[in-house]
C-alpha cells in the first residue's frame, strides 16, 4: 500500500484516535453513590457557590476545546466540519502523548462569525482553554478577537499563533547562527492570511523592525485598493519605504525570507539575490516555496521548512503543547504575547550552543525537554503579566 492508502486503513482500524477514559471506578453500589447520585451533589452544590470550584473538582483543569468548522483543513480548504474531524482529533492526540493534556474535538456547523463565537462561548465553562484550529481567514480573526473579549479562559489560533511562536525560535536561532541581530535585519514574508499576518507580527514582537510582505498580486503597500481589511492593517505597518514591484524586487538584499504562500515561487536566483548568508523558511506544505537543495544553490545559510523529511522542520508541535500545559498550570485566563515570547525562547534555548549548526536550529519534534521548557516559560510569563489565577 501507499502512504494514502495506509492512512485510511490505520483510520479505519483506529475507528477515531482519541476516546474517554474514567479515572474514576463505578464497579460497586459505594462506587456509584460516590461519583454519582447522590454524592456527586456536594461537588455540584460547591461550583454552584463558587464556580472556580470546578477547576477542583472536574476535569475542567486539564481540559481544552479543539475546535473547528472546516472552512481551512490542512492545506485541503472548506471540506466541512465532519471532513474537519479526523484533524480535530489528531490534535487531541498530540495534546495528551506529548504534554498530557485532555483535549475534545468540536467541529461547529456554521460559517457564521456570530453563531461560532456565541456557540464557543456558551461551552467555555466546561473547560480550561479553547483551540481554534483550521478556521478561515479573515473570519479567524474576527473569531478569535471577539472569543478574548468574552470568555475568561485562554484562546489560540494554533495556525496562527502556534506558527508564529515556532517561527521566533527558528528566528531567534537562525540570527545566533548567522551572527545577526533580530533589530536589524531585513526580513520578506511571502504571503498575507492567517498565518503569515500572526507570524509577522509577532516577530514585530519580537523585535523585527524592516518587513515587507507579498501577496500574488506582488509587494502589500499601503493604499493599495486590492488589499482586504486585515491586508490593509498590515500594510500600515509594513514597507515604511512604499516598495512596489514583486516578490523577486522584495527579497533583493533581504537577510530573511518567510513563506507562508503557495509552492516554489521563490528561485535560486533570487536568493542568490539577498544578503550575504541568508536565511531561507520556505513553510509551504507538502511543497514548499523552494525546495532547500535550491535554496542552498542560491547560497542560503540556514533553510527551514515545514517538512519532517528535512532539517529544520519548523512545527507547531514543538509550541501548542507546552503552551496549553503552561497556561493550565497557572489557570491562566489568556495568552498574551508575553507567554507567546516566554515560548519562543524556551523552544530555541533548548538547542544549545554546542549543537547549534545549518542543520540543527530547531529541537527535534520527540524532545522531551521541549515541553517541560515551554511550559514553565509561559507559566512564570503569566505570572509576570498579571494573567496568571493560581
Known amino acids: 500500500?501507499?502512504?494514502?492508502?495506509?492512512?485510511?486503513?490505520?483510520?479505519?482500524?483506529?475507528?477515531?484516535k482519541i476516546e474517554v477514559v474514567a479515572r474514576c471506578q463505578v464497579s460497586s453500589k459505594e462506587d456509584l453513590s460516590v461519583a454519582y447520585t447522590p454524592g456527586v451533589a456536594e461537588p455540584c452544590?460547591?461550583?454552584?457557590?463558587?464556580?472556580?470550584?470546578?477547576?477542583?473538582?472536574t476535569r475542567r483543569h486539564n481540559l481544552v476545546a479543539v475546535i473547528t468548522d472546516g472552512t481551512a483543513v490542512l492545506g485541503l480548504g472548506d471540506i466541512g466540519p465532519e471532513a474537519g474531524m479526523p484533524v480535530m482529533e489528531g490534535k487531541c492526540?498530540?495534546?495528551?502523548?506529548?504534554?498530557?493534556?485532555?483535549?475534545?474535538p468540536l467541529c461547529v456547523k456554521s460559517k457564521d462569525v456570530d453563531e461560532i463565537v456565541r456557540t464557543i462561548e456558551l461551552i467555555s465553562g466546561s473547560f480550561g482553554g479553547i483551540n481554534l484550529e483550521d478556521i478561515a481567514a479573515p473570519r479567524c480573526f474576527e473569531i478569535e478577537r471577539r472569543l478574548k473579549e468574552v470568555c475568561d479562559i485562554p484562546v489560540f489560533h494554533d495556525d496562527q499563533h502556534g506558527t508564529a511562536v515556532c517561527c521566533g525560535a527558528a528566528l531567534l536561532n537562525a540570527c545566533r547562527l548567522t551572527g545577526r541581530k533580530v533589530d536589524e535585519i531585513k526580513?520578506?514574508?511571502?504571503?498575507?492570511?492567517?498565518?503569515?499576518?500572526?507570524?509577522?507580527?509577532f516577530l514585530m514582537f519580537l523585535g523585527v523592525k524592516d518587513i515587507v510582505m507579498c501577496e500574488r498580486f506582488g509587494i502589500v503597500c499601503e493604499g493599495d485598493e486590492r488589499l482586504n481589511p486585515a491586508q490593509a492593517e498590515m500594510a500600515a505597518k509594513t514597507n515604511r519605504g512604499h516598495m512596489t514591484g514583486t516578490l523577486a524586487d522584495a527579497v533583493k538584499g533581504a537577510d530573511v525570507f518567510f513563506g507562508m504562500s503557495a509552492p516554489q515561487v521563490l528561485t535560486a536566483e533570487m536568493v542568490s539575490a539577498m544578503a550575504e548568508n541568508p536565511m531561507v523558511f520556505a513553510m509551504a506544505n507538502p511543497v514548499p516555496e523552494i525546495w532547500p537543495?535550491?535554496?542552498?544553490?542560491?547560497?542560503?545559510a540556514v533553510v527551514g521548512t515545514g517538512r519532517s523529511d528535512y532539517p529544520n522542520q519548523i512545527n507547531n508541535v514543538l509550541a501548542f503543547p507546552g503552551i496549553f500545559r503552561g497556561a493550565l498550570d497557572v489557570r491562566a485566563s489568556d495568552i498574551n504575547e508575553e507567554m507567546k515570547l516566554?515560548?519562543?525562547k524556551a523552544i530555541a534555548d533548548v538547542v544549545t550552543d554546542e549543537e547549534l549548526?545549518?542543520?540543527h536550529i530547531m529541537p527535534f519534534a520527540f524532545d522531551e525537554k521541549v515541553i517541560k521548557a515551554v511550559a514553565e516559560a509561559v507559566a512564570q510569563a503569566a505570572r509576570d503579566s498579571g494573567v496568571a489565577r493560581i
Open 1 to 16: 500500500m501507499d502512504a494514502k492508502e495506509r492512512a485510511l486503513k490505520a483510520h479505519e482500524e483506529w475507528a477515531g
Open 45 to 57: 452544590l460547591a461550583i454552584q457557590k463558587d464556580p472556580a470550584l470546578s477547576y477542583k473538582y
Open 93 to 104: 492526540a498530540l495534546f495528551k502523548a506529548f504534554a498530557d493534556v485532555d483535549a475534545f
Open 187 to 201: 526580513m520578506v514574508v511571502n504571503g498575507c492570511g492567517a498565518a503569515a499576518i500572526a507570524v509577522t507580527k
Open 293 to 300: 537543495e535550491d535554496a542552498k544553490k542560491g547560497g542560503a
Open 342 to 344: 516566554a515560548a519562543a
Open 357 to 359: 549548526d545549518a542543520e
